[in-house]
T-cell receptor, first 115, second 114 residues
């Protein structure tokens, strides 16, 4: 079945640094990628939608300059957390629609800890 | 606006018994899909089952079945013969037909007791 490979699975970074998270679709073309954020014991909150070849669409309240999203190709979307702070610590997960998968395909998630 | 409500923060079930996880929804869309996902402690989201709003029969996938009551706007997940590996967070979700965005409920944490 469709697979979205997400890396890294865990990352610890220092305050003020930037972290890049990659989601790569395997065996299918992901023209759209959804980026979610999940705080402990809470639901998934949609942050933004990236589309290959165009600017990402951010949800209300999400800082575009802090969470840079790039959809460089039909198989790769990246989320860069810039100038990370401890409050950015969270679980980030991506999801892509594939024609053959009604439930969409999720990456395995990235647990970011900013110290 | 769309909304998903899961009122059970946590549920306990004895191994081998059945359990129902509640989900109600609100939408102005005429055509939509309802989903259930499982999230183990490792974090990945596992798609379990799908129900289309115009599907006349309730969806079933192995030990999972979806009790769809359109008039009540409910889409409860029934897990039969619970197993220890079923212990996880379960999320109910909805997406308009033809739409891209999926909204999720708050989730229910299921604990299966041996």
């Amino acid at each position: 079945g469709a697979v979205v490979s997400q890396h890294p699975s865990r990352v610890i970074c220092k305050s003020g640094t930037s972290v890049k998270i990659e989601c790569r679709s395997l065996d299918f073309q992901a023209t759209t990628m959804f980026w979610y954020r999940q705080f402990p014991k809470q639901s998934l909150m949609l942050m933004a939608t990236s589309n290959e070849g165009s600017k990402a669409t951010y949800e209300q309240g999400v800082e575009k300059d802090k969470f840079l999203i790039n959809h460089a190709s039909l198989t790769l979307s990246t989320l860069t957390v810039t100038s990370a702070h401890p409050e950015d610590s969270s679980f980030y997960i991506c999801s892509a629609p594939d024609r053959g998968v009604v439930g969409y395909t999720f990456g395995s998630g990235t647990r970011l800890t900013v110290v | 606006a769309q909304k998903i409500t899961q009122t059970q923060p946590g549920m306990f079930v004895q191994e081998k018994e059945a359990v129902t996880l509640d989900c109600t929804y609100d939408t102005s869309d005429q055509s939509y899909g309802l989903f259930w996902y499982k999230q183990p402690s490792s974090g990945e989201m596992i798609f379990l089952i799908y129900q289309g709003s115009y599907d006349e029969q309730n969806a079933t996938e192995g030990r999972y079945s979806l009790n769809f009551q359109k008039a009540r706007k409910s889409a409860n997940l029934v897990i039969s013969a619970s197993q220890l590996g079923d212990s996880a967070m379960y999320f109910c979700a909805m997406r308009a037909t033809g739409g891209f965005k999926t909204i999720f409920g708050a989730g229910t944490r299921l604990f299966v007791k041996a």
